[in-house]
């Protein structure tokens, strides 16, 4: 089950956040900046010491993919252009890869073709809303 999503833009702003179950603590949203922070300082100095993926390696294949813990799992996508969608789920919950990849679809098609909407900025569309749902309680 996923229990929340993030969305965190090149520079490691938080541009959407939403939980999608009351099962895990909801962060408040000073909170929820300072775990965008976070993760995107991580995601960047994990991309630069991987000894994995040297050379000619996609840029987007490097950094933190995903972090277990006993009570959760976070699964990171990053897309071509930097954006990280970051998926809260159970332990066990694996192969959010194609399910993350479709949000960003989404936030494309409903946040990116919205002529209101500026680039690096907080996502506020309830089509992308309800979408988001749908694909979250589809998986």
Known sequence: MIHALFVINRS??????KDFSGQVAQLSSNEALIFAGTFH??????SRVSPALKGRAATRDRGVQYIDTKGLRLHCFQTPTGLKFIAVTDPLHAGLTDVLAKAYKLYCDYALKNPFYSLEMPIRSDLFDTMLRQLVQAS
Do not use: K, N, R, T
């Open 12 to 17: 490691g702003g938080l541009i959407y956040s």
């Open 41 to 46: 300082g991580i995601h960047a100095l994990a």
